[in-house]
């Protein structure tokens, strides 16, 4: 007996099979159960999600001598015949190769007879929108007044080529892209049936690869299978046979990236194609990585987002403290135009390394993003501190303003603190752009111009500048961040609050103990008590 494939094999044959469209099947069971059957439906989609499978089982339902809660029962003469199409009631036309005037015509004829059997005559036209102007001409009368025992039901994966006369003859659903969950538990389902040897996490790989459609699933899953006939598919393998790269060569890629390593990113891409990857599998699943970076970066409860073992996710936390969140943009923009230009091009491996030596020198680039991403280099280069020369500042009698036509500014105000708190402010203060940078992701970015000022024992304030940075950087989970790292890195136990800069409130008081203002202005300091 011939082989069937798996997605042909398991093809749902009532709604209760069907997975991930749950909105719809519902909707067309109450019509059946209510007899509030329409006489046109469009079913819009991407590829794999269930049009087809949706229409064929409408088509026997409606027909179905014996329903079962709106399904068809499969075991009637009327559904047995509808499955193994040799039922005249029940017509599929390919509009991708019966596009003309001529093949709707022929329809328009034959729904003047009445079925032969059943009470519908069904006519399901997969890919409608390539129909040609004057075959949705001949189908719009026919579409809107039919007789009473016609039902059409239009399946396309492009809505928007769909004429907006057609569109509202038509009931319109419109079918979602399976999500990973769904997909995976049925591959385990199907897999168990098959009595197929695979692992969970290979299971996961190939419903990711299939993008929301339940027919790739099946057929990935059918195509290792067949590789690796006969042993347990594992999650290496389905990396091998989709031409896919692990994690962990994301990882390693993208620190280099993160280094300004282009070099280091020629030579891991140069692996990559030596071990027989796919590039554009490569861009595809590099773009998703630096995707959960970002959003590791700025949700809160990232984890329940990004579908990852405890150890990626650990290793993607470390990455995402690389670079800031602007960056990691841009990143992604870069490679996203990539994603578009790969697929039919010549030369794939030039331009992913173009696409890499954009990311290690922005200044290469000329847009908005790049500038900014130089820009925070020179901050950072400033943050170290950068030597100046004698000969750069300005001196007496060489280009300096007279004394008498200087206005000077305002003496910074002196405040006095305690020895323990004064040292805790300024170890903070002289650390705290590596402090910033270390702790990287939506720190980096709206920590940006804030200062560091004393608020009592134990407790430094972080004032902000900017309303919205200070909404962000004020929540508790980022404070939280903020005292774990100084504690952990340099052992204070510090709590940190939040505020908002005053309009004309300066931020260059100067901080000293009494001991050293005492030695400064060489007097006694008299306390008085209230």
């Given amino acids: 007996m011939a082989y069937t494939a798996l997605y042909r094999k398991w093809r749902p044959a009532s709604f209760e099979d069907v997975k991930g469209q749950d909105h719809i099947v519902r909707t067309l069971k109450n019509q059946i159960l209510s007899q509030r059957i329409g006489h046109a439906y469009l079913f819009c989609g991407t590829r794999g999600t269930g049009k087809t499978t949706i229409a064929k089982i409408l088509a026997r339902a409606v027909n179905c001598e014996n329903p079962v809660d709106g399904s068809p029962c499969g075991r009637c003469r009327t559904c047995q015949n509808i499955s193994a199409g040799v039922s005249l009631n029940v017509v599929e036309i390919d509009a991708a190769s019966n596009n003309g005037v001529d093949n709707i015509r022929e329809i328009r004829d034959q729904v003047q007879y009445p079925p032969t059997e059943g009470r519908y005559r069904v006519y399901i036209i997969d890919e409608v929108h390539m129909l040609s102007t004057g075959a949705f001409n001949a189908l719009l009368k026919t579409l809107e007044e039919p007789p009473s025992y016609v039902i059409f039901i ?169 670079v800031s969140g602007e960056v990691l943009m841009r990143y992604i923009r870069v490679f996203s135009e990539l994603s578009g230009q790969i697929r039919y091009a010549a030369q794939k491996r030039v331009l992913v390394e173009v696409a890499f030596i954009k990311l290690t020198r922005p200044q290469m680039e000329e847009n908005y993003d790049s500038i900014l991403e130089r820009l925070n280099k020179i901050e950072e280069t400033l943050e170290e501190g950068v030597p100046v020369s004698a000969s750069a500042l300005p001196q007496a009698g060489h280009g300096a303003a007279p004394e008498g036509d200087r206005i000077l ?111 400064h202005i060489h007097m006694d300091i008299g306390i008085e008590e209230d």
């Avoid at 270390?438 to 309303?467: I, M, N, Q, W, Y």
């Fill in 154 to 322: 239009l399946a396309t994966t492009e809505v928007q080529k769909i004429p907006i006369t057609v569109l509202s003859r038509c009931q319109r659903y419109d079918f979602k892209r399976i999500t990973l969950q769904t997909l995976t538990d049925r591959l385990r389902e199907l897999s168990q049936a098959e009595q197929i040897d695979v692992e969970d996490k290979a299971l996961t790989y190939i419903a990711k690869a299939a993008d929301g459609s339940m027919r790739d699933a099946l057929s990935l899953l059918d195509q290792c299978v067949a590789f690796h006939f006969g042993e347990r598919l594992t999650y290496d393998h389905v990396l091998d046979i989709l031409g896919a790269v692990d994690t962990s060569v994301f990882s390693r890629m993208f620190r280099a990236v993160a280094e300004n390593q282009t070099t280091e990113c020629i030579r891991q891409l140069e692996e990559l194609l030596i071990q027989g990857r796919e590039l554009t599998q490569f861009v595809t699943d590099f773009i998703w990585y630096m995707r959960n970076l970002l959003l590791i970066q700025t949700a809160e409860d990232a984890e329940g987002i990004v579908d990852m073992s405890s150890e990626n996710l650990k290793l993607l936390e470390e990455d995402s403290r690389k």
């Fill in 409 to 519: 500014p305002e003496a910074p105000q002196q405040v006095t603190l305690p020895r323990p708190q004064l040292e805790d402010l300024q170890l903070i203060r002289s650390e705290w752009g590596r402090i910033i940078r270390g702790l990287g992701g939506v720190v980096r970015s709206s920590f940006r111009d804030t200062v560091v000022e004393p608020s009592g024992e134990d407790c430094l304030c972080v004032v902000f500048s900017s309303r919205d940075n200070f909404e962000i950087g004020r929540r508790p989970v980022i404070m939280g961040q903020l005292e774990d790292y100084v504690k952990k890195t340099y052992g204070k136990d510090i709590y940190f609050k939040a505020r908002l800069l005053g309009n004309g409130e300066r931020t260059d008081t100067i901080y000293v103990s009494a001991e050293e203002l005492k030695d």
